[in-house]
C-alpha cells in the first residue's frame, strides 16, 4: 500500500440469520490506493474515464478494460449510478474494487456477485472551470501577459492520473507562441494570461477547452482532462518598445547624450529569466561605441540616448529591436527580450572643444599666457568619471612646458592658454583632443 493510501470498505449484508446471508443487497467498496494529490474528487453527473478487471468470486474473469487497451468513452454519472460519484468518493488514479449484483443476459448468472478492480482515470464536468494555482513568483513584476503578446514558455504536460503526454525541457527548447489568437488550445490561451516573467503555475483543463472528443494522436485520449505545470521564461508584444528605468541618476548632469556621441559605458545583459549572457565587467574593459548609427542593437541605440555621464539605467529590449527570431550564439535564443543595467562612464562628441570652466581669477590681471610662452603649473588629472590617474603634486616641482611646441595635448594646450598667473581652471578635454582611441600611460 502506498503511503497516504486510504482503505474504505462500504458494505450492506442480505438479511441477517444462519447460514448463507445470500446474495449482496448493495456495493462493497475497498479503496486500497489514494494518490497523495487528490485534484478532486467524483461527484453526480460528472463524466469519468477508468480502467477495470470485472470477476466473479472465484477470480474468473468477465469483462475487462486495462492495461495497454485504452480506456472507454466518458462515462456521464446520472441518478442511480452504483459505485461511483455520491456513494463513494473517487479520485484520478484511485483504486478500488467493487462488489455489485448485477446479472447481464448470457454473461453473467443471476444472483451472481461481481468483483470490479477500477482505475479512475479522470474526472470532470460540462460545468468546470479552468484551475490555474500559482506556484511561485518573482518578487518584481512590472507587466503580465495580456492577449497578443508573445510567449516563451517550459511546461510538463500530464494527464490527470499524473501520465505524462509531452514536456518541453525534452526537447531542450521553449514553447513559443502567440497568446489569445487561437494557436492554442483554448484553456491555455486561458491559462497564460496575467502571468509574470518567472512564475511558475499549475493549469489544469479540462477536456472541452483542450482536444475534447477526438484528443490528440496516441498520447491524449478522448475526454481527457490535460494538466500543465508552466514556467514562463519571457513574453513581449510586438508593439512594445524599449523600457527603461532610471535607477540612478547623478545631481549634476550638465550635458545628456545625443546621436553622433561616442559612449563609454559598463553593462551587464541577461535574458527576462535572469540569466546572463554577457558583461563588460568580466572583461575589465569598457564597451566603446558611438550612439544612434547603427553600430550597436536597435534597442540599445535608442536606451542610451540622453544619458548622464555616472548614470545607471536599466534598458529592456523587445526581441524585433534586438536579435529578433534568429538569436545570437549559443547565449542568446531567439524571440528573446534582453536586459541591460548599464552604467555610463564618460561619453563625448568628435565636434567637442574643451570646456573651461574658470574656478579663479585674480584682479588686475593685463598679462595672459599666449603661444610660445613658457609656463609653469600644477595640476590634478582625472577621468571624468572622478577616477584619479595623475598629479603634478606628486613631484618635487610644477610642470614646465612652452606652449605651441607639441610637449602637452592638443586639449591642455589650448586649455593654458589667455591664462593669468593664479588663476585656476577646470578643463573637460574630449579624446579627441587627449589620447585619442589609444589612450595614454
Not at 516573467?197 to 483543463?205: D, T
Request: proline share 7%.
Amino acid at each position: 500500500m502506498a503511503p497516504g493510501s486510504l482503505v474504505l470498505l462500504l458494505s450492506i449484508l442480505g438479511t441477517p440469520g444462519l447460514g448463507d446471508p445470500g446474495p449482496l443487497e448493495d456495493v462493497v467498496i475497498d479503496r486500497y490506493y489514494i494518490p497523495k494529490i487528490c485534484l478532486r474528487e467524483v461527484q453526480m453527473g460528472d463524466f469519468i474515464r477508468y480502467h477495470y478487471n470485472g470477476t466473479f468470486k472465484d477470480g474468473k474473469k468477465f469483462d475487462s478494460r486495462r492495461g495497454p487497451t485504452p480506456p472507454g468513452s466518458a462515462v456521464f454519472l446520472g441518478p442511480g449510478t452504483c459505485g461511483f460519484g455520491g456513494q463513494s468518493p473517487c479520485c484520478p488514479h484511485l483504486r478500488c474494487s467493487v462488489l455489485a449484483a448485477a446479472p447481464l443476459a448470457g454473461l453473467i448468472p443471476p444472483d451472481a456477485t461481481l468483483y470490479f478492480d477500477v482505475i479512475m482515470l479522470d474526472i470532470w464536468n460540462k460545468n468546470d472551470k479552468l484551475q490555474i494555482t500559482t506556484l511561485s513568483k518573482p518578487e518584481r513584476c512590472n507587466r503580465t501577459v495580456e492577449n497578443s503578446d508573445f510567449v516563451r514558455y517550459h511546461y510538463n504536460g500530464t494527464l490527470l492520473d499524473g501520465t505524462p503526454f509531452d514536456s518541453s525541457y525534452s526537447k531542450n527548447g521553449t514553447y513559443d507562441t502567440y497568446v489569445g489568437t487561437g494557436w492554442l488550445i483554448k484553456g491555455m490561451d486561458q491559462g497564460l494570461l496575467g502571468m509574470c516573467a518567472g512564475e511558475k503555475r499549475s493549469i489544469i483543463i479540462p477536456p472541452f477547452l483542450a482536444y475534447g472528443e477526438k484528443g490528440y494522436g496516441t498520447v491524449i485520449p478522448p475526454q481527457a482532462s490535460l494538466v500543465f505545470s508552466v514556467l514562463l521564461v519571457d513574453f513581449h508584444n510586438p508593439k512594445d518598445g524599449v523600457s527603461l528605468e532610471h535607477l540612478e541618476v547623478p545631481e549634476s548632469c550638465k550635458r545628456r547624450a545625443v546621436t553622433g556621441d561616442f559612449v563609454r559605458y559598463h553593462y551587464n545583459g541577461t535574458l527576462m529569466d535572469g540569466t546572463l549572457f554577457d558583461s563588460s565587467y568580466s572583461r575589465n574593459h569598457t564597451y566603446n561605441t558611438y550612439i544612434g548609427k547603427g553600430y550597436i542593437i536597435p534597442g540599445m541605440d535608442q536606451g542610451l540616448q540622453g544619458v548622464c555621464v555616472g548614470e545607471r539605467r536599466r534598458v529592456v529590449i523587445p526581441p524585433h529591436l534586438a536579435y529578433g527570431e534568429n538569436g545570437a550564439g549559443d547565449k542568446i535564443p531567439g524571440s528573446a527580450v534582453l536586459i541591460f543595467d548599464v552604467h555610463i562612464i564618460d561619453f563625448h562628441n568628435p565636434k567637442d572643444p574643451v570646456e573651461i570652466e574658470t574656478v579663479y581669477r585674480p584682479e588686475g590681471c593685463n598679462v595672459t599666457t599666449r603661444d610660445r610662452d613658457f609656463v609653469r603649473y600644477h595640476y590634478n588629472c582625472s577621468l571624468l568619471d572622478g577616477t584619479k590617474l595623475f598629479s603634478s603634486h606628486d613631484y618635487e616641482k610644477p610642470q614646465e612646458v612652452t606652449l605651441g611646441t607639441n610637449k602637452v595635448i592638443e586639449g591642455l594646450n589650448r586649455g593654458l592658454l589667455n591664462m593669468c598667473t593664479g588663476e585656476r581652471r577646470v578643463l573637460i578635454i574630449p579624446p579627441h583632443l587627449g589620447h585619442g582611441e589609444s589612450g595614454g600611460r
